[in-house]
Nanobody, 122 residues
Framework: QVQLVESGGGLVQAGGSLGLSCAAS????????MGWFRQAPGKEREFVAS????????SYADSVKGRFTISRDNPKSTVYLQLNSLKPEDTAVYYC???????????????WGQGTQVTVSS
């Protein structure tokens, strides 16, 4: 049974930073691309960032490029998302996801976590 468990969300002021983590189990982590999506109230879930199974190649939504950084630690089966220069519009539930296909990741993912709330106050 695949489990993705996010942690690290919270409340932060605009301009601040947060670090999210996602611990994976039940899959061969190093075989999977990993990534993050988010869903704001009243909006559809949107792609945020992804990283290829071996690391090295990443992809970001234009809205977060230059502010967010995705990374992974394969021995720890964990993917991270560092959120810097946060804006109120970054407020959302952030979901960790896994899929074997990195190149279509922004459109679909096979496994999902339960999400962690990030709230940015102005």
């Amino acid at each position: 049974q695949v489990q993705l468990v996010e942690s690290g969300g919270g409340l932060v002021q605009a301009g601040g930073s947060l670090g999210l983590s996602c611990a994976a189990s039940g899959l061969t982590f190093s075989n999977y691309a990993m990534g993050w999506f988010r869903q704001a109230p009243g909006k559809e879930r949107e792609f945020v960032a992804s990283i290829r199974s071996g690391g090295g190649i990443t992809s970001y939504a234009d809205s977060v490029k230059g502010r967010f950084t995705i990374s992974r630690d394969n021995p720890k089966s964990t993917v991270y998302l560092q959120l810097n220069s946060l804006k109120p519009e970054d407020t959302a539930v952030y979901y960790c996801a896994a899929d074997k296909d990195f190149w279509s990741f922004r459109f679909r993912a096979t496994y999902w976590g339960q999400g962690t709330q990030v709230t940015v106050s102005s």
